[in-house]
Nanobody, 132 residues
Framework: AVPLVESGGDSVQTGGSLTLSCAFA?????????LAWFRQSPGKEREGVAA????????WYAAAVKGRFTISTDAAKTTLSLQMNNLKPEDTGVYYC????????????????????????WGQGTQVTVSA
């Protein structure tokens, strides 16, 4: 799959907020796709953060971010966002988004599981650093 382009990473203090974005470089539609945010911290495996099916699916969140992060797409369905509030030092890492095309409805949990298992196309990611 063509990788998405991530942006919006920055350095913030504990308790701060950031909004990450990803999109195709061509700005093509993200409709009918499973999409997910992953992150990787130094010395750790890449882990799923949030996932969604863009054509009507519910969202899935990792337990560590539930209630603090929100995954969404814009009205035009060309940009995926991750609103991150109340950031903690353990949220530090490189954040990536991943996708695959899917014609049928899917839950966010399904999207995350499939991407975690099968995705091999990753963009450059965007760095998030949260200082204490």
């Amino acid at each position: 799959a063509v990788p998405l382009v991530e942006s919006g990473g920055d350095s913030v203090q504990t308790g701060g907020s950031l909004t990450l974005s990803c999109a195709f470089a061509s700005r093509n539609t993200l409709e009918h796709r499973c999409l997910a945010w992953f992150r990787q911290s130094p010395g750790k495996e890449r882990e799923g953060v949030a996932a969604i099916y863009t054509s009507g699916g519910d969202a899935w969140y990792a337990a560590a971010v539930k209630g603090r992060f929100t995954i969404s797409t814009d009205a035009a369905k060309t940009t995926l966002s991750l609103q991150m509030n109340n950031l903690k030092p353990e949220d530090t890492g490189v954040y990536y988004c991943a996708h695959f095309l899917r014609g049928d409805w899917a839950s966010g949990a399904f999207c995350h599981a499939r991407l975690k298992k099968e995705n091999t196309s990753w963009g450059q990611g965007t760095q998030v650093t949260v200082s204490a």
